[in-house]
């Protein structure tokens, strides 16, 4: 009886310290960000800083510091697809402004986006063929994923798990 009710324990993942680092092209700006975001157990401030300038709101020019979650999300991502070369951002932090003006015009942009909230990029990646990066993305389970072949990019988020 013991037996069977440890096999339903399922044990907590071990926290790495190892650095987690990103590297981002803004297609938009041609901006670009290469840089350890995390280490010593903290997130570097200055990179950080780096990272929200890079996916700031390309239309209206608004920072928002993005969600650590999404952060996490691209290293783990980067591992995945074991690459060093950028993710091409094709949109990161959208103001509510900017999100309704695409809502408006019929982009099919979410009315209520994770983009707004600073916790959504659309990216692609340099080397990569987009279905592997859908694919990989997917695998993580780490949040909401998109695929977009037509426009060349997958979305992913660190809200809930879904795809679409």
Do not use: Q
Request: charged share 20%; glycine share 8%; with cysteine.
């Amino acid at each position: 009886m013991a037996a069977s009710a440890v096999a339903f324990i399922r044990p907590a993942p071990a926290v790495s310290f190892a650095p987690r680092s990103v590297s981002l092209y803004n297609t938009h700006t041609g901006e670009w960000v290469r840089t350890v975001y995390w280490a010593d157990g903290h997130y570097i401030r200055e990179a950080v800083r780096d990272i929200n300038w890079v996916l700031r709101d390309h239309h209206s020019g608004d920072v928002l510091p993005m969600n650590a979650g999404v952060l996490d999300l691209l290293g783990m991502l980067r591992h995945r697809l074991d690459t060093h070369d950028p993710f091409l951002v094709v949109s990161a932090y959208r103001s509510p402004a900017t999100n309704h003006m695409l809502w408006l015009r019929g982009d099919g942009v979410a009315s209520n986006s994770y983009h707004i909230k600073g916790m959504a990029i659309d990216l692609r990646c340099e080397g990569r063929d987009l279905s592997h990066v859908h694919n990989a993305a997917l695998s993580m389970r780490c949040g909401g994923v998109g695929y977009y072949p037509h426009s060349d990019f997958v979305h992913v988020d660190c809200g809930p798990v879904r795809c679409w």
